[in-house]
């Protein structure tokens, strides 16, 4: 059977015509025919969440910034030196640390840098004091920096040829 012929078969199944949906349609198949591919689902879940945390960032600090100025007795440098550090940082690691996807492979870095900049997030959350949030806000823009060219190279690799051009516009309408 020619792959015109295969084709024309999984279209009748996916139709409902018969022969059985079941017999000629699987997992990959139907996340295929819905849009998107299963990378897709892979890019969702993996670079994409680096790139909404760095996109992310400049908001959060902001909000962050404002709530804790009074209770904190914060001063205009002080709130714009909270808002910038972590950009500061990202810039940094970005420029220095950005190689380490091409030594040790742009999953592993991808996956540690989102679980660094969670885990750091979080515990900005429970900072008692100026300095530590400093730090704190410090370290997410390290592994923000050190994520974001791994995570813009993997996220291009990861969708199918036939819907890359999609989701690498999502991607540049979203995050820039």
């Not at 714009?80 to 972590?86: C, E, F, Y």
Request: hydrophobic share 45%.
């Amino acid at each position: 059977m020619d792959s015109e012929e295969n084709e024309k078969t999984h279209l009748k199944a996916a139709t409902g015509a018969s022969p059985s949906i079941r017999q000629f349609l699987t997992i990959g198949d139907a996340i295929e025919r819905i849009g998107c591919g299963f990378g897709s689902v892979l890019y969702v879940l993996g670079p994409y969440g680096v790139l909404i945390m760095s996109g992310a960032e400049i908001s959060v600090m902001t909000i962050v910034s404002l709530m804790v100025r009074c209770p904190w007795n914060l001063s205009t440098a002080s709130v714009s030196a909270l808002q910038i550090i972590g950009l500061v940082f990202f810039t940094i690691s970005t420029i220095s640390l950005s190689h380490l996807g091409d030594k040790y492979g742009r999953k592993p870095v991808v996956l540690l840098t989102t679980l660094g900049t969670i885990v750091f997030g979080i515990l900005c959350g429970f900072c008692k004091e100026f300095w530590q949030l400093m730090v704190c806000r410090a370290c997410v823009g390290v592994f923000l920096g050190v994520g974001i060219g791994p995570a813009m190279s993997y996220s291009t690799e990861i969708p199918t040829i036939r819907f890359r051009a999609f989701w690498y516009g999502i991607k540049r309408s979203w995050v820039g």
